[in-house]
């Protein structure tokens, strides 16, 4: 349960068509892709889970992340198991407490206290009648508190919307033993007017939470930077260019400590699957890694100690 290399964070996977989400999943566990990341808005998001794994092999699915507010920890722990027994260890269980503003618009004022509520959460996953093992869940952290808590209480941290620097002060937070999965948002094309403008949509959406306009701030952005999404911001955060400037991005992740990159694929079409753009990034990854091969998961598996 120790993913490397590089692996797929795909919203599409998740909230597009389950049969073109199965198919494009099977493809991409053939190209060698060691892990695909799904997001969570709440509802049946175990189901895309298990679409996912009936039609891979060798893939490790992870959620990128769970909400923690919109289901209950007896249940998760409940699919979890159902899913473990069926697919060994192919399921990596990340979990996040979301945004104050996502969280209160179904229930306001139900967003407080988010470290309490994670740990109350990760309390009543190992409370539960089968247990999720701590070395089998990560939690989502870009702040102190919350990569302290993802080595004390998980088996490490992933990270959104960092940058390679972000991911060098998270290993520094965690110690050399806690995994650290970050993500990596890029666009593969040499226009830089067409690669920024795709690239400021989509922090559009982010940067107004204050939890990513704060590590922003604090990374050594600009307020001005930040109210006007500047090509210098996304320049930083988001890898654009062709498959080697994409590989470089991700080689300054791993040289910084991480233990595996999800990359997160944008087009001028957020709703389409990126295939041609996966195979691109494919194509790269096997010739900068002659060998690469698909992520070899264990059938059994003694669980190793709590970091």
Not at 177 to 185: A, I, K, N, S, V
Not at 237 to 262: F, K, T, Y
């Amino acid at each position: 349960m120790r993913p490397t290399g590089v692996g797929v964070w795909s919203g599409q996977l998740r909230f597009g068509d389950p049969s073109k989400a199965a198919e494009a999943a099977a493809e991409l566990d053939e190209l060698g892709f060691t892990a695909l990341w799904i997001p969570d808005q709440g509802g049946p998001v175990f189901e895309s889970v298990e679409n996912l794994l009936k039609a891979t092999e060798h893939t490790l699915i992870a959620t990128g992340v769970l909400n923690l507010w919109k289901h209950d920890p007896v249940d998760v722990a409940a699919a979890y198991a159902e899913l473990r027994a069926a697919y060994a260890d192919r399921f990596l269980l990340g979990i996040g407490v979301s945004q104050a503003s996502v969280v209160d618009a179904a229930e306001p004022g139900r967003f407080r206290k988010p470290m309490a509520a994670m740990r109350a959460f990760l309390d009543d996953l190992d409370a539960a009648p089968v247990p999720v093992p701590s070395d089998h869940r990560v939690l989502a952290a870009i702040g102190p508190k919350m990569l302290s808590l993802s080595a004390e209480r998980a088996a490490g941290a992933h990270p959104y919307l960092v940058t390679p620097e972000g991911t060098r002060d998270a290993r520094e937070a965690l110690g050399t033993g806690p995994l650290l999965l970050p993500e990596q948002t890029v666009v593969l094309s040499d226009n830089a007017d067409e690669a920024r403008t795709i690239g400021r949509q989509f922090l559009s959406y982010y940067l107004p939470f204050a939890s990513y306009a704060n590590k922003m701030l604090q990374s050594g952005f600009t307020a001005d930077d930040v109210d006007t999404i500047s090509d210098r911001l996304v320049d930083a955060v988001i890898a654009w260019g062709d498959e080697d400037a994409i590989m470089r991005r991700v080689d300054e992740h791993l040289s910084a400590g991480a233990d595996h990159v999800a990359v997160q694929v944008l087009t001028g079409d957020p709703a389409g699957f990126p295939m041609p753009q996966w195979r691109r990034l494919a194509a790269a990854l096997g010739a900068a890694r002659p060998g690469l091969q698909p992520c070899q998961m264990p059938t059994k598996k003694t669980p190793s100690p709590t970091p």
